[in-house]
C-alpha cells in the first residue's frame, strides 16, 4: 500500500488525509515489548512530500494482517540526489511525554487494569489513549515519583511489564497488553539446515554444551560421581561431546553423598537448558528471494509478532520452542523483508511472569540446600515438560489453574491444581490428591513412599493425624497425647518446658500442681547450707501462693513462707508487730548460730549453740542502757563497765 499522510493534529484514520505518498521505499520494524518505527525514502519532487513536516503522521499496514497505523514523524534528513529520509514512531510514543504522578494498586487479579486505569487517571495533561488488559497475575504496583506513562509501561523496575509481565500490542491510541499476544499452539516449523541457514546460529550449536561433569570440594575432599558425567539427553545427536567441570562447592554446607550431588547436577542441567542450542535466527526473505529455499519458507511470510513457531535441528533431531521477536515490513511489498526468531523454553518458568519467575528460582535455590528429596523435586519443576491451563466456568471466567507435565489431561502424571477451595498435588494424573493446602484450615502431607500427615485445627485442639495413629494438641490444658515426644526438642509436656536433655540431666520449667519450678534434675553437683530441708534431690526455686523454696542438691534448702518464716522460724514482719520476732543466723559448721530478737522495748543480740543455752552471751540495748552478758550468769551495764575502766 502507499502510505497516506495526516496533518500533525489529526486523531482519526479513516481518510485519505492530506493524500497518498509515492515513496521509493517504506518499511515498519517492531520488537517484543520494543521498538516500533517507521522509515521512508521519498523524492523531493513526489506528490505531497512538500507537505511532510515534523510531527506529521504518517499511516501504513505495518504488518501481515495488521490494520492501519499512525506514526508521527521525528527526523527528516537533508536530500541526496534528489532522495531524502523520513523517520516516523508509532503514536503511543506520545505517551513519553504525559506524565502520571505517584500512586500505589494493591495486589489482585484485577490490579493489572486496575494499574493501566491508574496511569491515566493520575495524567496531568490529557491523555487520549485507551488501556486494556487480559493479564491476571496477582501482583502490586507503586509509582513513588512523576514519571512518563510509557516508561511505566516498561523498561524500568516496577513498571507493569516488571509486574505483571505479558506482551503488548499497540493499535494507535489503544493499548493492550495481553497475556500472550500471538499464537501459542505453534503453526509453522522452521527446518533449520533444510531451508534455512544463519552463521549465528551455527555458532550457537557449536557452543552447545552436552554435558557436566559434577564435583564438590573443601580443598581437603573432594566428591565427584563414579560416572564422572551427567549428559543431557540429546547429548548423542551432536558430532562430538562438549563437556565442561562444573563446581557445585557453594551449593552445600557440608559434604555431599553421591546421590546428593548426583541429584543437584540432574537437577542443574534440566534447569539450565544445557544441551539445547539457543534460537537466534534472522530469516532475510531479500537474500532467498532467488533460490530454490525460498519456496520452502514462504509459509513464514504470514507469522506476526510473538507467534510461536517450531525450530526442528533436523541434524542433531532437536525440536525447539521459539517465538518471532522482530518482524521488518516492507509496507509498499506488503512482505516482511525480515524476521527474527528467539529461544524460549516449554516450562513452568516462561509461562509466569518475570517476577514470579525471580521468586521461582530463589524458591529453588533454598530448597535446593535440604537434601536430594527436594533436590529430585527441582528437577521435575524446572524440567521441560511442564504445561500451565487456565480452566474456565460457563461465563468464560477463570475457575482454576493446572500445572501438569502434559498439555492432555488423559497423559497427565503429575499434577498441580490450584482453585478456590486450596492447592493440591497429585502424581496420578489427578485422580488423588496426597499432598493439599485446603481453605478449611487443612495441610495433608504424603506420598506413595510416605504415611500421610494432616494438620487441622478442629476450634478446640490442633489435630496431627497419620495414617497410624492420631496426635492431639489440645488449646485448653495445653497438652498432647503423644507422651514423652516433644522431650528432647524442648516443648510444653503435661505442664513441663524442658529446655534441654542428656544422660546427666535437664534444665526444666514446670507449672504444674499451682506453682512454677526452675529446675535442674541430675546427681548432686552441690550444696548450699540452709536451715530447711526441702526433701528433694535436685536444685530448684519453686515459686507457689504459699511458698517461695530454694532447694540445693543434698536436699538442704530455704522456705520463705507467706507466713512470714525462714524455715519454721519467725520473720519480722512489720515495724508494729516486733515482739518476740527473731532473726536467725547459722553458722558456716552448722554448729552454732546467731539471732537478733526485739521484745519489751529490748534488742537483744545473742550467741548460741544449737543445744539452746539457758544463759547464752547476749548483748542487750534498751532507752538507757547497754547490759553485758557472759553466758555464765555474770551482767555488766555499760556504766559498771566505764566506772571499771
Not at 540431666?505 to 548432686?524: H, L, N, R
Amino acid at each position: 500500500m502507499k502510505p497516506i499522510l495526516f496533518d500533525e493534529n489529526a486523531t482519526t484514520f479513516t481518510t485519505n488525509g492530506l493524500g497518498r505518498l509515492d515513496c521509493v521505499s517504506c518499511i515498519v520494524t517492531e520488537e517484543r515489548n520494543g521498538q516500533y518505527i517507521l522509515e521512508m525514502s521519498i523524492a523531493e519532487s513526489a506528490l505531497h512530500a512538500d507537505e511532510i513536516a515534523m510531527n506529521s503522521i504518517i499511516c501504513v499496514i505495518p504488518s501481515d494482517g495488521a490494520t492501519l497505523q499512525a506514526f508521527r514523524v521525528y527526523k527528516i534528513t537533508k536530500p541526496i540526489n534528489g532522495i531524502f529520509g523520513v523517520y516516523a514512531e508509532h503514536i503511543s510514543y506520545q505517551l513519553s511525554l504525559i506524565p502520571t504522578m505517584p500512586f500505589t494498586i494493591a495486589a489482585s487479579n484485577h490490579a493489572c487494569q486496575d494499574t493501566l486505569n491508574a496511569l491515566k487517571s493520575n495524567a496531568v495533561v490529557n491523555c487520549p489513549f485507551t488501556f486494556s488488559t487480559d493479564v491476571t497475575t496477582i501482583a502490586g504496583y507503586s509509582q513513588e515519583l512523576p514519571a512518563s506513562i510509557r516508561s511505566r509501561l516498561g523498561g524500568v523496575t516496577g513498571s507493569v511489564l516488571d509486574q505483571f509481565g505479558g506482551e503488548y500490542q499497540f493499535d494507535n491510541y489503544t493499548v493492550y497488553l495481553k497475556d500472550h499476544r500471538g499464537t501459542t499452539t505453534p503453526q509453522y516449523t522452521l527446518l533449520y539446515g533444510k531451508n534455512i541457514t544463519d552463521l549465528s546460529q551455527e555458532e550457537n550449536i557449536a557452543n552447545t554444551i552436552t554435558g557436566i561433569v559434577p564435583y564438590w570440594t573443601d580443598g581437603t575432599n573432594t566428591v565427584t560421581l563414579p560416572e564422572k558425567v551427567i549428559e543431557t539427553s540429546n547429548a548423542t545427536s551432536f558430532p562430538f561431546k562438549r563437556i565442561v567441570p562444573y563446581d557445585f562447592s557453594s551449593s552445600f554446607e557440608n559434604q555431599p553423598s553421591e546421590a546428593q550431588l548426583r541429584a543437584k547436577a540432574q537437577a542443574y542441567v534440566n534447569q539450565s537448558g544445557v544441551g539445547t542450542p539457543v534460537v537466534s535466527i534472522k530469516v532475510s526473505f531479500v537474500q532467498l528471494s532467488d533460490t530454490e529455499e525460498y519456496k520452502n519458507i514462504m509459509p513464514l511470510q504470514h507469522v506476526k509478532l510473538c507467534d510461536v513457531i517450531n525450530v526442528r535441528f533436523a541434524k542433531y533431531d532437536i525440536d525447539v520452542t521459539a517465538k518471532i521477536v522482530k518482524t521488518v515490513y516492507d509496507v509498499l511489498a506488503e512482505r516482511y523483508n525480515e524476521i527474527e526468531v528467539g529461544s524460549i523454553r516449554s516450562s513452568l518458568a516462561t509461562t509466569i511472569t518475570n517476577a514470579q519467575n525471580q521468586t521461582m528460582q530463589k524458591f529453588a535455590q533454598f530448597t535446593n540446600e535440604i537434601g536430594q528429596v527436594v533436590d529430585g523435586a527441582t528437577a521435575w519443576l524446572t524440567s521441560s515438560n511442564g504445561y500451565v491451563m487456565a480452566v474456565k466456568n460457563a461465563a468464560g471466567e477463570w475457575s482454576e489453574l493446572i500445572f501438569a507435565d502434559h498439555d492432555d489431561p488423559a497423559d497427565w502424571v503429575h499434577v498441580l491444581r490450584i482453585n478456590e477451595n486450596g492447592i493440591g498435588f497429585s502424581s496420578d494424573g489427578g485422580t488423588t490428591y496426597t499432598q493439599a493446602w485446603t481453605l478449611d484450615g487443612k495441610l495433608v502431607i504424603g506420598g506413595t513412599d510416605v504415611p500421610s500427615l494432616t494438620v487441622y485445627d478442629n476450634s478446640s485442639n490442633i489435630i496431627f493425624q497419620t495414617s497410624q495413629s492420631g496426635t492431639i494438641w489440645n488449646s485448653t490444658n495445653s497438652s498432647m497425647d503423644a507422651t514423652g515426644i516433644l522431650r528432647a526438642v524442648g516443648a510444653i509436656l503435661q505442664g513441663t518446658l524442658y529446655c534441654g536433655s542428656s544422660d546427666t540431666g535437664q534444665s526444666a520449667v514446670d507449672i504444674s500442681g499451682g506453682a512454677v519450678k526452675f529446675f535442674y534434675e541430675t546427681t548432686q553437683i552441690g550444696q548450699i547450707k540452709a536451715i530447711y530441708d526441702s526433701g528433694y534431690d535436685r536444685n530448684e526455686l519453686e515459686v507457689s501462693s504459699d511458698d517461695i523454696w530454694l532447694t540445693a542438691g543434698n536436699g538442704n534448702g530455704i522456705d520463705i513462707t507467706n507466713g512470714g518464716t525462714i524455715g519454721g522460724v519467725s520473720l519480722v514482719s512489720g515495724v508494729t508487730a516486733v515482739a518476740n520476732e527473731q532473726l536467725y543466723l547459722l553458722q558456716k559448721d552448722g554448729t552454732n548460730y546467731f539471732y537478733i530478737e526485739m521484745y519489751n522495748g529490748e534488742m537483744n543480740i545473742v550467741a548460741n549453740t544449737q543445744s539452746a543455752m539457758a544463759n547464752p552471751p547476749k548483748i542487750k540495748l534498751t532507752t538507757s542502757d547497754i547490759t553485758f552478758y557472759d553466758g555464765h550468769g555474770h551482767s555488766f551495764t555499760a556504766q559498771q563497765v566505764y566506772n571499771i575502766l
